[in-house]
């Protein structure tokens, strides 16, 4: 099973950016896609990005397109999620978690993703 810790978070002002951290341990998987996913205060879990591991192929929600950017360092085991223009609709709890494409939609698995990182930005 791999292991997952995000870190990086933080409370900034509109159009500020943060780059968020995510460590990975344990049994590990080229063939892994792996993701952020985020819950805004009160609402569901929501998909944001992804990237192949062995790849690099990237993947993006429509509503980060263009500002956020995903990339993944192999060899530190370390994937990133570089935010900038960030909106106050992108406060949430934000978690790195394995994710899978089932043709139409990202699901993730129910657990355990470890502790998220709160990302809050005001307006």
């Known amino acids: 099973q791999v292991q997952l810790a995000a870190s990086g978070g933080g409370s900034v002002q509109a159009g500020s950016s943060l780059r968020l951290s995510c460590a990975a341990s344990?049994?590990?998987?080229?063939?892994?896609?792996l993701g952020w996913v985020r819950q805004p205060p009160g609402k569901e879990h929501e998909f944001v990005a992804a990237?192949?591991?062995?790849?690099?192929?990237?993947y993006f929600a429509d509503s980060v397109k263009g500002r956020f950017t995903i990339s993944r360092d192999n060899a530190k085991n370390t994937v990133y999620l570089q935010m900038n223009s960030l909106k106050p609709e992108d406060t949430a709890v934000y978690y790195c978690?394995?994710?899978?494409?089932?043709?139409?939609?990202?699901?993730?698995?129910?657990?355990?993703w470890g502790q998220g990182t709160q990302v809050t930005v005001s307006s």
């Open positions: 978690t394995q994710a899978f494409w089932y043709g139409s939609n990202w699901d993730w698995p129910s657990g355990p």
């Open positions: 344990g049994h590990f998987s080229d063939s892994f896609v």
């Open positions: 990237i192949s591991w062995s790849g690099g192929d990237t």
